[in-house]
């Protein structure tokens, strides 16, 4: 059983940045495939970003890419999803994910564990 959960979100001007952070309960946290996932009021939950295992492959959703970093700290069981130049559309609920995979997954069916989440809003 692994236990998530968000923070870090909040309400940023266009333009501006947010670190959020996911702590993961338990001793098993390298086991997992760690993913951000968001939904928008009234959309489905879209993928973002996920990262391997060890941290060393990561795969990001285009719309986020340059913009958006995500990373891990195993040693402190954290996962991190630094977003620089945010924009209106990128407001959203973002949510944690863990998967028992080692490779970072794209869809959210192949996640056994989520967040309860932590909302971001970016204003124009």
């Known amino acids: 059983q692994v236990q998530l959960v968000e923070s870090g979100g909040g309400l940023v001007q266009a333009g501006g940045s947010l670190r959020l952070s996911c702590a993961a309960s338990?001793?098993?946290?390298?086991?997992?495939?760690m993913g951000w996932f968001r939904q928008a009021p009234g959309k489905e939950r879209d993928f973002v970003a996920a990262?391997?295992?060890?941290?060393?492959?990561?795969k990001y959703v285009d719309s986020v890419k340059g913009r958006f970093t995500i990373s891990r700290d195993n040693a402190k069981n954290l996962v991190y999803l630094q977003m620089n130049s945010l924009k209106p559309e990128d407001t959203a609920a973002y949510y944690c994910?863990?998967?028992?995979?080692?490779?970072?997954?794209?869809?959210?069916?192949?996640?056994?564990?989520w967040g309860q989440g932590t909302q971001v809003t970016v204003s124009s």
């Open positions: 338990g001793r098993t946290f390298t086991r997992y495939s």
């Open positions: 990262i391997s295992r060890g941290g060393a492959d990561t």
């Open positions: 994910a863990a998967a028992n995979t080692l490779f970072p997954l794209v869809r959210g069916e192949g996640y056994d564990y």
